[in-house]
């Protein structure tokens, strides 16, 4: 029987600077790839980790890479200050090795997506499992209609996987717009909510999905209820400091529920008004 508490040591095989304070790590296993599950999944889009950096303890990140790949894992991590976060922005190199233990929780229902115009919303830092459930679309790009992914930061240095957006707008439509003004930017100026309006989609199959912090969830959702897109058809991939990942240390409540165990995803109406 696996012990769901046993972490798995990982390399880390490269790390990229994102931006002033985010960076990406990439993980690959020490012996041989990460197992596919039936589904040919490594894990589902917006399921998270549980990385660890010895003698400072653990946080949850979002898996960024595709799904598809068995070769490595992406995480992408954000230096709020933290242990772990401080951890591995300061103390972690290249070709160290680190902790990581899951995915845990669910993630965004990959078959109800299908045959529906999927609208993709997220600010700052939420952006790595919408980036996972951006390949898996790319990947399956027939089995979807119109999708679009909505992405806003403050400034143009904080936008993250630039690479990765160039690629990704070859085959969905992107929106990107930044808080205020900026001579370096010739984009789109506002919040997310400011940009729903750009966007041209079925209402009668329409979909919606969302990570970032609770006010912005909040306020697109009134964007996107009058566009025809029901609470039921909002996933919102919700955000929590989760320690045990497995529902035991409650750390992670919601309402309820357990971000680690019931979510990360989430109907809107299931987790409406219960932000951090």
Request: hydrophobic share 35%; aromatic share 10%.
């Amino acid at each position: 029987m696996n012990n769901i508490y046993l972490p798995e040591q990982v390399k880390v095989a490269d790390i990229k600077q994102l931006s002033r304070d985010v960076k990406l790590f990439r993980l690959k296993k020490k012996i041989g790839k990460f197992k596919a599950g039936r589904n040919k999944l490594v894990f589902t889009p917006a399921q998270f980790l549980l990385v660890g950096v010895w003698g400072y303890g653990e946080s949850p990140f979002g898996c960024a890479s595709s799904p598809y790949e068995k070769s490595f894992i992406d995480v992408v991590v954000r230096n709020t200050g933290g242990k772990v976060t401080s951890a591995l922005h300061n103390n972690v190199k290249k070709g160290d090795e680190i902790s990581i233990r899951g995915p845990f929780g669910n993630g965004f229902p990959l078959e109800f997506f299908e045959g529906k115009d999927i609208v993709m919303a997220t600010g700052g830092c939420g952006i790595p499992p919408i980036a996972a459930f951006i390949e898996y679309v790319i990947k399956n790009r027939e089995k979807f209609g119109e999708v679009y992914l909505l992405y806003g930061a403050r400034t143009p240095a904080d936008i993250l996987m630039k690479e990765d957006l160039k690629r990704w707008e070859k085959n969905i439509k992107i929106i990107l717009t930044i808080d205020k003004p900026h001579p370096e930017w010739n984009g789109c100026v506002g919040f997310v909510t400011d940009m729903v309006d750009q966007i041209k989609i079925d209402s009668r199959r329409a979909v919606a999905t969302m990570c970032g912090p609770g006010p912005m969830t909040n306020a697109l959702e009134k964007v996107l209820r009058p566009l025809g897109i029901s609470d039921r058809r909002i996933f919102v991939s919700a955000e929590r400091k989760m320690q045990c990942g497995v529902g035991r240390c409650q750390h992670c409540t919601t309402g309820d529920k357990y971000v680690c165990m019931d979510g990360p995803v989430f109907n809107f109406d299931e987790i409406d008004k219960n932000w951090d």
